[in-house]
Nanobody, 121 residues
Framework: VQLQASGGGLVQAGGSLRLSCAASGRTFSSYVMGWFRQAPGKEREFVAV????????YYADSVKGRFTISRDNARKTAYLQMNNLKPEDTSVYYC???????????????WGQGTLVTVSS
């Protein structure tokens, strides 16, 4: 599966953005979809993941209550709604597709190209 992330940009603290991850191929619903992020000089970190049918979601503690992950299998697209953004959310955000629900980036073989989110204070 190939992934194309979009929706990043510059936003003020407290603002919102919605990231999208469009997938190619016919097997989108057989993949768990997730988001990771990487800030300059830091390791890539888990953000959120949604199960195959969208019924289960998991979040990093740092974004819980502010971010919402979802998916539309008919559109082959996953989303990350980000509200109440903080300067520390500034990162390149990557969407991923995998065969299981994991929080380690090493467990995902399919990565999008990344989209930059910058939150100004």
């Amino acid at each position: 599966v190939q992934l194309q992330a979009s929706g990043g940009g510059l936003v003020q603290a407290g603002g919102s953005l919605r990231l999208s991850c469009a997938a190619s191929g016919r097997t989108f619903s057989s993949y768990v979809m997730g988001w990771f992020r990487q800030a300059p000089g830091k390791e890539r970190e888990f953000v959120a993941v949604v199960s195959w049918g969208g019924g289960s979601t998991y979040y990093a503690d740092s974004v819980k209550g502010r971010f919402t992950i979802s998916r539309d299998n008919a559109r082959k697209t996953a989303y990350l709604q980000m509200n109440n953004l903080k300067p520390e959310d500034t990162s390149v955000y990557y969407c991923v597709a995998g065969r299981g629900v994991y929080t380690s980036p090493a467990r995902y073989d399919n990565w999008g190209q990344g989209t930059l989110v910058t939150v100004s204070s």
